[in-house]
């Protein structure tokens, strides 16, 4: 080993219906090339959790297999990578971690999340608070995330109009031949276009959607996504649209589709709720909430309460009047589309991941762990005491 080339160990995703990575056969090359030793765990046969990326995708670029698993009794300098949060447990963490967390903005069970890492020794870097100087994330799923959310919302559309019996949009395996993912967009946008016409059929119209955050990457996504099948109007909103007066906005529910692409940052005014959805004037019948905020107090869209999964992809909302509403809240919607967002994730992770060997003097990994430090420090009493 280099010196000063801590391994990386690539974990296997133990979230269901989770096949993407944070590495991809391209990035383990290059990391490898420039002197860091990789382990990937192998993929689980489970085609539930199966990765995109076959195991023989790692070995042939030179990156070692190791069993699923196996990080847990890796040595502790070792530094754990993955995409998902850690399966609930409540033993201590000693490694160094690398993944999603989803414990920061007090999520639900945040504190017993949190509190794992400090009473084993351990350090997160949440990848979704890596930061630039400038205070840009250096990498996000932000834009597949609105392509792949606005996708099932437009679907869920044309279904609603085509099943009107109720009958709920059904597992996402149902239209990808039991896989549960697209193999790429173009497979994806050729079903949606077919989608959009059957709806049409139905409804005399295409459908209008409004996009919330539309200047972001999530935003940009979705609103890609609309365009490319021809939708029918597109609202794009954002500061410019909401800073002058607080929600609810009477727009979102005068369209059939509202696509939020927010991030939540603090509390805010909600953009709809039980008694806008009253109104006579509504069309609006699906809601994709990407930003899935589902847990947090301040969620703007208090209509809903649960997250919901490629297998049971909406949620219904109570209403007395028609339209039926129907939620999409899936906090994993860019695994839809697994290759593609794992390769655009990676890439832009990757000069980050270049510099963990001197993480110490670097402002992405500095501020990472300052913020852990932080977030720790708020743990009620006795939490974060480690264990001997």
């Not at 890492?117 to 979704?128: A, H, K, Q, S, V």
């Not at 996708?151 to 009107?164: E, I, N, S």
């Not at 909103?237 to 929600?247: F, H, K, Q």
Request: glycine letters at 8%; aromatic letters at 8%.
């Amino acid at each position: 080993m280099p010196p000063g080339f801590p391994t990386l160990h690539a974990r296997a995703e133990a979230k269901p219906l989770e096949h993407r990575s944070c590495l991809t056969p391209t990035t383990a090359k290059k990391l490898l090339d420039a002197g860091y030793p990789v382990l990937v765990e192998r993929s689980s046969t489970d085609p539930h959790f199966a990765r995109i990326f076959k195991d023989e995708e790692f070995e042939a670029v030179g990156a070692t297999l190791v069993e699923e698993g196996s990080w847990e009794s890796a040595p502790k300098d070792h530094i754990i990578i993955g995409l998902k949060e850690l399966p609930e447990a409540d033993s201590p963490l000693q490694h160094t971690f690398v993944h999603f967390a989803h414990c920061y903005k007090n999520q639900g069970d945040w504190e017993h999340t949190l509190a794992r890492f400090p009473r084993g020794g351990g350090t997160l870097y949440d990848l979704e608070f890596l930061q630039d100087p400038n205070g840009r994330r250096v990498a996000a799923f932000g834009y597949h995330a609105g392509f792949a959310g606005a996708a099932l919302a437009v679907k869920t559309w044309a279904w609603q109009l085509t099943h009107p019996n109720g009958v709920p949009l059904p597992s996402l395996d149902e239209f990808t031949n039991g896989k549960g993912y697209y193999e790429n967009e173009n497979q994806l946008i050729e079903q949606l276009r077919e989608d959009v016409a059957a709806g049409e059929k139905v409804a005399g119209r295409k459908p209008t959607s409004l996009v919330l955050g539309a200047l972001g990457r999530c935003g940009s996504g979705a609103v890609d996504l609309l365009e490319r099948i021809g939708c029918g109007e597109i609202k794009k909103w954002d500061l410019a649209e909401t800073s002058e007066r607080p929600g609810p906005y009477p727009e979102i529910i005068e369209s059939d589709i509202f696509v939020n692409c927010i991030y939540l940052s603090q509390p805010i005014p909600p953009f709809v709720n039980a008694e806008s959805l009253a109104s006579p004037d509504r069309k609006l019948s699906v809601v994709c909430d990407v930003s899935c905020d589902t847990t947090n107090p301040h969620n703007p869209i208090p209509i809903y309460s649960i997250n919901t999964t490629f297998d049971k992809p909406t949620v219904e909302v109570s209403v007395e009047n028609s339209p039926q509403i129907s939620v999409i809240s899936i906090d994993h919607l860019p695994s839809a589309l697994p290759r593609e967002s794992s390769e655009a994730f990676s890439a832009a992770l990757l000069p980050s991941l270049m510099a963990l060997k001197d993480r110490k003097a670097t402002p992405v990994w500095q501020g990472a762990e300052k913020l852990f430090g932080q977030k720790v420090s708020t743990l009620p009493e006795g939490m974060a005491k480690r264990e001997i």
